[in-house]
């Protein structure tokens, strides 16, 4: 069978157990089997739980459960809640300062706990009600929190970071904190978009109001006191020391991914013991609960993806295809948005999870010959992964917002996050026009990487 004829069986054995609504894991593990029993020699069988275990045996993958129970615990309490209050305390007299206190709540909460899904539980049960009470357009409210959420994947500890690290063969330090430019790149313009809505829907309310004397919370101003203000405070400033604490331990040397990931769950259970009297074995129970579920779902899925990623480098698919690729001859931009149009089509499709462990043996390769940095592809990579949580039709935060908000209609919350997509992509341009955005600090930090040949 030709080279052309084997990838393109490959491929289309892979849709049709995806779409046959198969899980991620058996699918792809059942496409690497079937492959291995007719394509690879006969020994090959015998061998399937020793590669999944040898490719597995990363002691940066043991980070992921660990900073799995560390989001589970932090998501699990009232921190978002208490995070979301105080920064709305603080921001009020800002203009729109309800949508930008969401925005800077879920970047905090997101870099603490290293979860979209959660991020968005957590902050959006207490951040959707008030803004909606406060005068704000469903669509909107739904939006901003669903967008806020997406940083769960960009923002360090990212569990996608760790996978693109493990199947990129690069420096998680060094992702982490090319992560952290663009983060903050995406807050400003989220930011800057909820101020600019907030006075598109004052001056409707404005204008609705001398029409008709038809009164909205939004021409409503709220005011706290300075007491007010600090009493928020203690609730929030511990998880925030945490926060600083892991970053200082993982950026200054002091400990591993895997010590660090380590350290931050225990002290976030100490933290959660301390200032919400979570230490009972009942109120444990749910946070270890989901822990185990979500690491074994995930740590499956990682392990049938590499299984996947084996046969199709032992069958030499992935290098012919990148071969395929880097024959096309095409400029070196030119393949980068081919390559990225292509993740975002996937997204529609599939979690971020699975399309860095299915594409990166393909990917990668061609990108590298043609001079681009790795670790600042994959920040690109991210953010247009980051996409995919908020459209349709996996969308996973709007399924997440539709559940916390059941009477907002799916149609309005899609119609919310398009502009944050739209937000989205405009900083892959800025990032791929300054780079310097997401290579600058861990150059600073680590030194810069040889330039690329």
């Keep these: 069978m030709s080279m052309l004829s084997l990838g393109l069986l490959f491929g289309a054995a892979t849709l049709f157990l995806m779409f046959s609504g198969a899980p991620i894991a058996f699918a792809l593990g059942g496409v690497a089997t079937l492959f291995m029993y007719f394509f690879m020699p006969a020994s090959s069988l015998d061998t399937v739980t020793q590669n999944v275990y040898e490719e597995m045996s990363s002691i940066t993958l043991l980070s992921i459960p660990l900073f799995i129970l560390k989001g589970a615990a932090i998501g699990r309490s009232r921190a978002g809640q208490d995070l979301y209050a105080a920064m709305h305390a603080w921001m009020h007299k800002v203009p729109g300062g309800l949508g930008i206190a969401n925005v800077f709540a879920c970047a905090l909460f997101a870099a603490m706990a290293g979860s979209s899904p959660a991020t968005c539980s957590a902050i959006g049960s207490a951040g959707i009600p008030e803004m909606r009470r406060r005068g704000y357009s469903p669509g909107f409210a739904a939006g901003i929190i669903a967008a806020g959420g997406t940083l769960g994947i960009l923002l360090p500890p990212s569990v996608t970071m760790i996978l693109y690290a493990v199947a990129a063969e690069q420096s998680l330090g060094r992702l982490f904190l090319a992560g952290i430019g663009p983060g903050l790149l995406l807050v400003t313009l989220f930011a800057l978009y909820a101020v600019l809505n907030y006075r598109r829907e004052h001056r409707r309310a404005r204008a609705a109001f001398e029409r008709d004397g038809s009164a909205s919370a939004l021409l409503v101003d709220e005011q706290f006191s300075l007491r007010q ?15 600083i ?26 933290l959660i013991a301390t200032i919400y009297g ?36 032992f069958l030499h698919i992935s290098q012919s295809m990148a071969e395929w690729i880097v024959g096309l001859q095409m400029s070196r931009w030119l393949l980068l948005a081919m390559i990225l149009a292509l993740v975002i089509v996937l997204g529609f499709f599939l979690p971020p999870v699975s399309i860095i462990l299915m594409t990166t043996p393909i990917f990668l390769p061609p990108l590298k010959a043609a001079g681009f940095d790795l670790v600042w592809f994959g920040i690109l990579m991210t953010i247009v992964m980051e996409t995919g949580l ?13 559940n916390i908000a059941p009477d907002i209609p799916l149609g309005e919350i899609v119609r919310g996050v398009l502009p944050f997509v739209l937000l989205m992509l405009a900083a892959v341009v ?21 330039a690329p040949h």
């Design 229 to 243: 203000k600090f009493e928020m405070l203690p609730r929030v400033v511990p998880f925030v020391l945490l926060l």
């Design 245 to 270: 604490g892991v970053m200082v331990a993982l950026y200054g040397g002091f400990a591993t991914p895997s010590e660090t990931a380590g350290l931050g769950a225990l002290l976030a259970l100490a």
């Design 278 to 313: 979570v230490w009972r074995l009942r109120d444990l129970a749910p946070i270890l609960g989901a822990t185990i579920r979500e690491s074994t779902m995930l740590m499956f899925i990682i392990g049938m993806s590499l299984l996947f990623s084996y046969v199709m480098s």
């Design 390 to 402: 908020i459209h349709p039709p996996v969308g996973l935060n709007l399924f997440v917002i539709k």
């Design 430 to 450: 800025l990032i791929c026009l300054v780079p310097g955005i997401s290579t600058g600090l861990p150059n600073l930090v680590m030194g810069a990487l040889p």
